[in-house]
């Protein structure tokens, strides 16, 4: 998928890759309605959130006939566990959009979202690099890492 999928109707934006790699981009930014208004502009904030954040917000995704699911990794450098795992799971409707109607925090053991998030691909050759997930190179990765996904 060449581009990223950006939320219509809240904040946030998403990347996925062949290899079942994702990476989120924080959910806080200040991308959402107002990125499709001004996309060019946008995609600078973008980037330079990526470049910020580097390493965190990745993890994989899985297709199982028409629903997705995102398990990616939180930073939480003021918790008793560094990171904390979070499932996003979502309806796709067709090659350009995403429904994700659950964002589940295992860390706190809560529902994150109240309504759905529409997200819509937007083509663009900016994707964050998932060589640089920071647990790429952890021993307990590479061991259990499924051939598929080699």
Known sequence: MDGIFVSVNQRG????????KAKFVDSYLPIG???????????????????I??????????QVSDTIIIQTFGISNDQLCRRSVYETKGVILNDSTIVVFSDYSYWF??????????????KTNLKPDSTLAWFNKKRWYKNNLHESRK
């Open 13 to 20: 934006a998403f990347a996925l890759y062949k290899d079942g």
């Open 109 to 122: 053991d809560s529902e994150l979202i109240k309504q759905p998030n529409i997200y819509r691909l937007y």
């Open 33 to 51: 309605n107002e990125f499709w208004l001004y996309p060019e502009k946008m995609i600078s904030i973008i980037e330079n959130q990526i470049n």
């Open 53 to 62: 954040i580097g390493k965190e917000g990745a993890g994989h995704y899985k």
